[in-house]
């Protein structure tokens, strides 16, 4: 069973995320607003060499003050492609791909976000 969704408005708004409060209405027919993020796309850069090593950078982020391994993203622009968006990998770490092929498409957090 499907629920309704009866409007929308944005609560808060800037380049990298939208907060918006959806008017839906359950199968129970219960109705509320429920908050959603909408973020913007994502393109990953999973570059690999001829021995099958993967390029990747170790950072520092401040939300979770903590350093991880991450391969080399960033936003994908509006009329651009994912594959377009690959131009980060140069940026980010000066390293020039070569032919770029897509992988995967994926939305990890489906519940609260569109990302």
């Known amino acids: 069973m499907e629920w309704k969704t009866h409007g929308e408005r944005q609560i808060y708004t800037?380049?990298?995320?939208?907060?918006?409060l959806v008017d839906v209405q359950q199968p129970d027919g219960r109705r509320w607003e429920y908050?959603?993020?909408?973020?913007?796309?994502?393109?990953v850069a999973a570059v690999v060499?001829?021995?099958?090593?993967?390029?990747?950078m170790w950072?520092?982020?401040?939300?979770t003050d903590s350093w991880a391994w991450e391969l080399p993203m960033g936003l994908v622009e509006d009329g651009?492609?994912?594959?377009?968006?690959?131009?980060e990998v140069l940026e980010e770490t000066g390293w020039r791909p070569g032919p770029i092929k897509?992988?995967?498409y994926a939305e990890p957090a489906n519940g609260i976000?569109?990302?």
């Open 14 to 20: 800037n380049k990298w995320v939208n907060l918006c």
């Open 35 to 43: 908050h959603v993020v909408r973020l913007r796309h994502l393109a």
């Open 49 to 56: 060499n001829d021995r099958q090593e993967v390029l990747m």
């Open 59 to 63: 950072r520092h982020r401040f939300i």
């Open 80 to 87: 651009e492609s994912p594959e377009e968006a690959a131009r």
């Open 102 to 104: 897509p992988l995967i």
């Open 113 to 115: 976000t569109d990302s």
